[in-house]
């Protein structure tokens, strides 16, 4: 057919015309074919599942995976794809089919459960498009069970303690904020009280930490069976709790919920047999009495518990009451020589080394900040950066530290260590907060790339969409983002998505309890994970050989800790890195 027309094609009539018009069809049908077998192809080797339904959500047409993701042989065409999904999510599915269907929307995407090959219940990610002519519906299905029952877990260990089960701080903070919003609406009180065993270390240190474990469990079940629905008990850490009491009438309510608490842990617990007293102290402060925010009446009621401890331990404190007594008089302290200790530059960086784990050798330090006062002695700058944060200090004293930090780093210019800040989420707000540093760091003659800036994930909990656009701003200027105590507070993994990231630095609590199960789960998840984001992992808090080992091992690259040695001034530097040097060698 194709010769005769190709004769009939040099004749310029109209069935020379026709002829040439003829070929032009049939080679792009020829074209289309190739072209289509080729999709065909590429199809077939996809894992994911692509299909097209109609509009009732019945399907047409399925891609060669769908036999492999349910594990069926038969034809599902015609069969509804609703059938093959959980009960609860075949609703959700029908719901989007009426919408696609009837133009209301475009596109729609969903998690689903899936009844998978061997029975099992997979989760899938099912993305629906409607065709151009709305005849039919065009979708992927991708079997997401993994990462998807990887996040759960995380997101569950983020907000729970792993030992109790309990709340852990991330989750009791976020439920006091919505205590005081409720509160601030009616004319109720919240309370919050922190609770100290007493003596447990010596529990610990004699009976070891598994026994101790088991009396903090048992312990923790007494409390919480006391308290009502609407409370909450959450673990602050070690032998410490935290009671949320959202909707109380007056203080003396209050005190009588601390009575029980305390009746509570009366009778001994028993573990194994043995029977175990303890007593606790606790200190409450209440809002809007004590103060007005969150930030404040965990700072009151913690005061309130040392205060009870120094009273002789077993009795509880309220704030109130102890600051009628003109105690917390220490922080009084720190707070008036705060502002002339940053500005006599008393408020230096120590540097901590960062190791590679797989070969030992130094490849960075983080700086710390550290006070000492003749009087007060060594100041933890878990006190003193907060309180620099509430004063309004945070700005001056961050630029002190830095600029000592980059001044003392250009003295290792011809090694390519890096320097690791400290950002507090303040001080991301500070208006050309990103502008400010890039200018510093260039003035020291030190690359960005160079400096790593250490962020929380309070910074992309606070708000969200701001602090991820500095964020940016402070990756495109070309520094490294470390994210600080990851796997704590991390509710939501899909951050990691949107701020860009170069390293995750693994929560000390997860590296002290890397020897159990729990500890060694979590830090696989997050060195996997990392892994395929193409992160760097780092762990704090290695305090011995043994963690150290199991960490290189799990494929942790960078470690840092007591284990190789605690912060320390400039001056030292030099003579560490000579000595650290020098044992290697041996
Ligand atoms: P971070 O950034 O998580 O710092 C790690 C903390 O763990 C440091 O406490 C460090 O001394 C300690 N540490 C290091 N190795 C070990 C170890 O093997 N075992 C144990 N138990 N602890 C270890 P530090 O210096 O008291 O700092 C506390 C927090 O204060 C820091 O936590 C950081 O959030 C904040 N901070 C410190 N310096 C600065 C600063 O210059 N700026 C800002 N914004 N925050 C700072
Ligand atoms: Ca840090
Ligand atoms: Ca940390």
Not at 143 to 149: G, K, N, R, V
């Amino acid at each position: 057919m194709h010769t005769p027309l190709k004769q009939r094609q040099g004749i310029q009539d109209e069935i020379g015309r026709l002829a040439q018009t003829l070929d032009r069809l049939i080679d792009e049908a020829i074209q289309r074919q190739k072209e289509q077998a080729a999709h065909q192809q590429t199809l077939e080797l996809l894992e994911d599942v692509v299909l097209e339904m109609d509009r009732e959500g019945r399907l047409l047409e399925t891609s060669k995976a769908w036999s492999k993701l349910t594990g069926r042989t038969d034809d599902p065409r015609g069969t509804y794809l609703a059938e093959y999904l959980h009960p609860e999510d075949a609703a959700v599915l029908t719901a989007f089919v009426g919408m696609l269907s009837s133009g209301e929307k475009q596109t729609a995407s969903a998690r689903l459960r899936l009844m998978c090959a061997e029975g099992r219940e997979c989760w899938v990610e099912l993305r629906l498009a409607r065709t151009a002519e709305g005849e039919s519906l065009r979708g992927v299905l991708r079997d997401i069970t993994q990462s998807y029952l990887q996040e759960r877990h995380i997101s569950h260990m983020a907000l729970h303690d792993a030992l109790t089960g309990l709340p852990n701080r991330v989750l009791l903070e976020d439920r006091l904020k919505v205590a005081l919003q409720t509160a601030r609406r009616s004319a109720h009180k919240v309370a919050l009280g922190f609770i100290d065993l007493d003596h447990f270390k010596e529990v610990n240190d004699s009976l070891g930490h598994k026994t101790g474990d088991q009396v903090l469990v048992a312990l923790s079940e007494r409390l919480r069976r006391h308290l009502r629905a609407g409370d909450t008990l959450a673990r602050w850490g070690g032998d410490e709790f935290v009671v949320l009491l959202p909707d109380m009438p007056n203080s003396p309510a209050v005190q009588e919920v601390a009575d029980k608490l305390r009746q509570a842990i009366d009778a001994p617990v028993q573990v194994e047999d043995v029977d175990y007293s303890l007593t606790f102290s606790a200190g409450f402060a209440i809002f809007p009495d004590d103060a007005d925010t969150g930030e404040a009446l965990l700072a009151h009621a913690d005061r309130a518990m040392f205060y009870a401890k120094a009273q002789g331990r077993n009795n509880v404190q309220f704030y109130s009451e102890m600051s009628r007594k003109g105690l917390g008089k220490k922080d009084l302290y720190i707070q008036q020589r705060l502002a002339a200790a940053i500005r006599e530059k008393r408020i230096l960086p120590h540097y901590q080394p960062q190791i590679r784990a797989a070969d030992g050798h130094v490849v960075g330090f983080e700086a710390l900040a550290r006070w000492f006062d003749p009087e007060m002695g060594w100041i933890s700058p878990a006190t003193f950066i907060p309180m620099a944060e509430t004063l309004g200090l945070i700005r001056p004293l961050g630029e002190a530290l830095w600029h000592r930090a980059l001044h003392d780093m250009a003295a290792w210019k011809d090694r390519d260590y890096t320097l690791a800040i400290n950002v507090s989420k303040r001080q991301l707000f500070i208006p050309l907060f990103a502008d400010k540093l890039l200018e510093d760091v260039e003035a020291h003659g030190i690359k960005p790339q160079r400096v790593t800036l250490e962020i929380t994930e309070s910074i992309a909990m606070m708000d969200v969409d701001y602090g991820i656009d500095r964020l940016r701003e402070l990756h495109a200027a070309g520094f490294r983002l470390a994210i600080d105590d990851f796997g704590v507070g991390w509710s939501s993994l899909s951050i990691l998505h949107q701020i860009p990231v170069d390293e995750l630095k693994i929560d000390q609590s997860f590296i002290r309890r890397l020897h159990e199960p729990q500890g060694l789960r979590m830090v696989q998840i997050i060195v996997a994970m990392a892994k395929t984001m193409g992160l760097l992992t780092t762990a704090e808090g290695v305090e011995d050989a043994a963690t150290a080992e199991l960490l290189r091992e799990l494929g942790v690259d960078v470690l840092q800790g007591w284990h190789f040695a605690r912060a320390m001034p400039q001056e030292e530097l030099s003579a560490w890195l000579l000595a650290n040097a020098a044992s290697k060698a041996h």
